[in-house]
């Protein structure tokens, strides 16, 4: 399996690589970091017969992605940050229009621990869900200048998650938002908490902040805690750990998973599956979160 990492971000790409040697039959890489038509053409020439396999690097625009699209390309799709809603939409036409494949990069539903608990939900072990807590917390980077506002880094990341985990439409969204940490001008907000009341009335808190302290030990910490009629569960998903207390309480651990590798099986795969997450689902969470600070800065 050959596998094309496209855009110029070589610790990036680097971290697909040491990613893929986890995998039981290790991809071939070739990194190419010009998004010329040429180059791409150029890069794609290995896989003559074969169908691509493309991790786009960095936000692309449409003629990008319908050229990499007409050639049948798989996609896994990871910039640093995903920009405006129409650019999804823009390449979402162009999915539904090709039926190219292609996953996004959400990182929170590539966590192995977090597809566990997916699981456990999907089996009916925590009986009706009603409540869900989460908290997606880094440190504020040294450089604040050039850091997007917590709701705007990760809004549709959290806003994905509950919907994923949940499992329904959303009857009410709140954001509660401020400036705590940060003294750099252009940040309108570091700290976030998003309040979710859903159709069958399981609720859902998420905090977003760039809260942790500077002597924080680890850059992020992410925990998930959710309660049903049948039990709870409690992770810390960066320690990989889970809590399951129902009928037979458990405890269970997962090493060495990664998102990276995660995505990689997912996007590899030899099976026809259709991505787990798609690009509609992106583009639905980025349309509320930008509803959200649309309101909150009004």
Known sequence: MRVLLLGDDRAKADAYRRAGSRLP????????????????????KPFRDATPT?????????DTFRQL???????LYDPPTFGFPICTWNLINIVE?????????????????????????????????????????????????????????RGCHAIDLVNWLLGDDYADVQVVSGKGLSNAADISEDMAILSFLMEDK?????????????????????????????????SDALKQSLHLSSAEPSRELYW???????????????????????????????????????????
Do not use: C
């Open 97 to 153: 229009r090709l039926g190219t494949w292609t996953l996004p990069m959400m990182p929170l539903r590539m966590m192995p621990v977090l597809q566990r608990i997916k699981e456990i939900v999907n089996a009916g072990s925590l009986g009706q869900l009603l409540y869900l807590k989460a908290t997606y917390n880094e440190r504020l980077p040294s450089d604040s200048s050039r850091i997007a506002s917590a709701l705007v880094a």
């Open 202 to 234: 399981s609720y859902a808190t998420v905090d977003i902040s760039w809260s942790l302290p500077s002597a924080y030990p680890k850059r992020a910490s992410i925990t998930i805690e959710m309660a049903g009629t049948g039990g709870n569960i409690r």
């Open 25 to 44: 039959v290790a991809p071939r890489f070739r990194y190419e970091p010009s998004f010329t038509p040429r180059a791409i053409s150029r890069a794609m």
């Open 256 to 298: 060495g998973g990664d998102i990276y590798t995660e995505a990689l099986r997912i996007l590899t795969a030899a099976d026809d599956a259709p991505p787990p997450v798609t690009l509609e689902d992106l583009g639905h969470a980025q349309n509320l979160n930008e509803d959200l600070i649309y309101a909150t800065v009004s």
């Open 54 to 62: 493309v991790v786009l690097m960095r936000q692309v625009g449409v």
């Open 69 to 75: 699209a007409e050639q049948n390309a798989r996609i």
